[in-house]
């Protein structure tokens, strides 16, 4: 079974049930496309590509995952930054308690 849209003639789109879709090519997996608060696209590699309006963005989604996916997690990103600011957080909260703490061992 197919979907109706523009999507590319070898790509072939298969109903699981009832708001989930999965897509093949060549008969290679592609990915997933699945109805909740919107459509959640998921890839090949079982990575969330991206959650969109309609099933045809998260169909085109799954279809070329390079042009919809966000930026890795890497140095400068928001992610990063999150994730630094969360361990100076807890180390300066360890470092404050420290002394009742020791307190606390003896």
């Given at each position: 079974?197919?979907?109706?849209?523009?999507?590319?003639?070898?790509?072939?789109?298969?109903?699981?049930?009832?708001?989930?879709?999965?897509?093949?090519?060549?008969?290679?997996?592609?990915?997933?496309?699945?109805?909740?608060?919107?459509?959640?696209?998921?890839?090949?590699?079982?990575?969330?590509?991206?959650?969109?309006?309609?099933?045809?963005?998260?169909?085109?989604?799954?279809?070329?995952?390079?042009?919809?996916?966000?930026?890795?997690?890497?140095?400068?990103?928001?992610?990063?930054?999150?994730?630094?600011?969360?361990?100076?957080?807890?180390?300066?909260?360890?470092?404050?308690?420290?002394?009742?703490?020791v307190e606390?061992?003896?």
């Open positions: 079974m197919t979907s109706a849209g523009s999507h590319p003639e070898d790509i072939r789109w298969r109903a699981l049930r009832r708001g989930m879709w999965a897509a093949r090519r060549d008969d290679r997996h592609l990915g997933t496309v699945e109805q909740g608060r919107g459509w959640l696209a998921v890839g090949a590699d079982s990575e969330p590509i991206g959650r969109f309006r309609t099933l045809l963005e998260a169909q085109a989604a799954v279809a070329s995952p390079a042009s919809h996916r966000g930026p890795a997690a890497g140095p400068g990103t928001a992610a990063a930054l999150m994730s630094g600011i969360a361990t100076t957080a807890f180390a300066a909260g360890i470092a404050m308690a420290w002394p009742v703490l606390l061992i003896r």
